[in-house]
């Protein structure tokens, strides 16, 4: 399964911005899918995910700001971002995993990884 992540920009404090994540396979509904992120200077981070059986799960600076949705029928997945703040700014990575639940924020168990898109949040 090979990802495209799409959707970056810049843009102003407090706006919104839906960033996609565009699979080549139908097999992707099978996955559990995530968005991480990395700033520069950091570590990547978890941000969200959406399993195959309709779980989902937020890094907690994120939650009530982020939304993860999907769509099989497309083989995409969503990530809405609203009240945007200066420190969300990073690239944003789409993967996926098929690893238990307990392990989904952790970015080694995270394979198809696709190239990134910038989202730059000024203040």
């Known amino acids: 399964v090979q990802l495209q992540a799409s959707g970056g920009g810049l843009v102003q404090a407090e706006d919104s911005l839906t960033l996609s994540c565009a699979a080549s396979?139908?097999?992707?509904?099978?996955?559990?899918v995530g968005w991480f992120r990395q700033a520069p200077g950091n570590e990547r981070e978890f941000v969200a995910c959406f399993s195959w059986d309709g779980k989902t799960k937020y890094l907690g600076s994120v939650k009530g700001r982020f939304t993860i949705s999907r769509d099989n029928a497309k083989s995409t997945v969503y990530l809405q971002m609203n009240s945007l703040k200066p420190e969300d700014t990073a690239v944003y990575y789409c993967a996926t995993t098929r690893v238990v639940w307990g392990r989904v924020t952790e970015d080694r168990f995270y394979t198809n990884w696709g190239q990134g898109t910038l989202v730059t949040v000024s203040s």
């Open positions: 396979s139908g097999l992707f509904r099978s996955y559990t």
